[in-house]
């Protein structure tokens, strides 16, 4: 069992910067560093999508078209937490982003998470809100 909790949405004016954190708390005896984990937001009106992903030792990444070269996402699972940096944040940005674990290899991750991620999602975040306006 795993529960996922994220933080760090919130307003941003357009061109900010956001970090947004997944915490990972992990129940009988499964360790953080077993799963890959995507990035997930869902737009008002609009179909969840994935943002970004990354393998459990964190090696292999892939992005969203829509965040290439915007955004970085990383993970210490030590800490048991990922990551999610975004800069240059634009309006179409606004949304509630969800951590989730994805059952995916490296190679398949880098192939199709950020295609379709959510058909692999095992555990789910509560979601946190970012709201990129001015």
């Known amino acids: 069992q795993l529960q996922l909790v994220e933080s760090g949405g919130g307003l941003v004016q357009p061109g900010g910067s956001l970090r947004l954190s997944c915490a990972a708390s992990?129940?009988?005896?499964?360790?953080?560093?077993?799963?890959?984990v995507g990035w997930f937001r869902q737009a008002p009106g609009k179909e969840r999508e994935a943002v970004s992903c990354?393998?459990?030792?964190?090696?292999?990444?892939t992005y969203s078209d829509s965040v290439e070269g915007r955004a970085t996402i990383s993970r210490d699972n030590a800490k048991k937490m990922v990551y999610l940096e975004m800069d240059n944040l634009k309006p179409e940005d606004t949304g509630d982003y969800y951590c989730?674990?994805?059952?995916?290899?490296?190679?398949?991750?880098?192939?199709?998470?950020?295609?379709?991620?959510?058909?692999?999602?095992?555990?789910w975040g509560q979601g946190t809100r970012v709201t990129v306006s001015s």
């Open positions: 989730a674990t994805v059952d995916l290899t490296p190679l398949s991750l880098q192939k199709i998470c950020a295609v379709r991620g959510s058909q692999f999602v095992k555990y």
């Open positions: 990354i393998s459990s030792s964190g090696t292999a990444t």
């Open positions: 992990v129940v009988s005896g499964f360790t953080l560093d077993r799963y890959a």
